[in-house]
């Protein structure tokens, strides 16, 4: 299944991840992938936002931080992998604990790991079209269940 829709503004990027929000069932992996600026981020905040996990204005890049963990009902982790080299690094992020938890995870550059990760519930990609619009295309796995949570050790 693939869905896409472009957005003309931040606001749009915001709701369209709180539309979003309504299909992701912990467990749920899902990829950010576009360039840098792209809105890998506002949609995060969106989709944070639509799961009850937190509020927009509480959800920042993980930029620095790597991961960032969100609510407790439904948990979200929102991870960046951009200043990840390898699977060394990769590793010392404890993503396999993170993984097998009842959560969504949202993994910004999680394209360049993905043979490494386990293969993701919904790869999300956005792309610049021009100076405030996005295009946002979202691919849903064939069977989001099957998931293999353990893939990683
Ligand atoms: N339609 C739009 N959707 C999302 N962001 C937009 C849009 N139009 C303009 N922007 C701007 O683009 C920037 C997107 O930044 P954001 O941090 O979400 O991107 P990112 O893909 O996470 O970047 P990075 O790779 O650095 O993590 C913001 O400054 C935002 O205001
Ligand atoms: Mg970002």
Request: aromatic share 6%; hydrophobic share 40%; glycine share 8%.
């Amino acid at each position: 299944m693939v869905s896409e829709t472009v957005t003309h503004s931040p606001e749009q990027t915001l709701a369209t991840g709180r539309q979003l929000a309504s299909e992701f069932h912990p467990p749920c992996l899902v990829i950010l992938e576009g360039e840098l600026g792209s809105g890998k981020t506002t949609l995060a905040k969106g989709i944070v936002a639509g799961l009850g996990a937190a509020r927009e204005e509480a959800v920042s890049s993980p930029t620095f931080t790597l991961v960032h963990e969100y609510g407790n009902a439904t948990k979200v982790y929102h991870v960046d992998l951009y200043r990840i080299e390898d699977a060394g690094d990769l590793a010392t992020l404890g993503l396999e604990e993170i993984m097998n938890e009842k959560a969504v995870v949202l993994v910004e550059w999680g394209e360049r790991f993905a043979k490494i990760l386990p293969v993701p519930d919904f790869h999300i990609k956005l792309e610049h079209l021009g100076l405030e619009d996005r295009r946002i295309t979202v691919q849903a796995a064939k069977s989001a269940s099957s998931r293999p949570v353990a893939a990683l050790e």
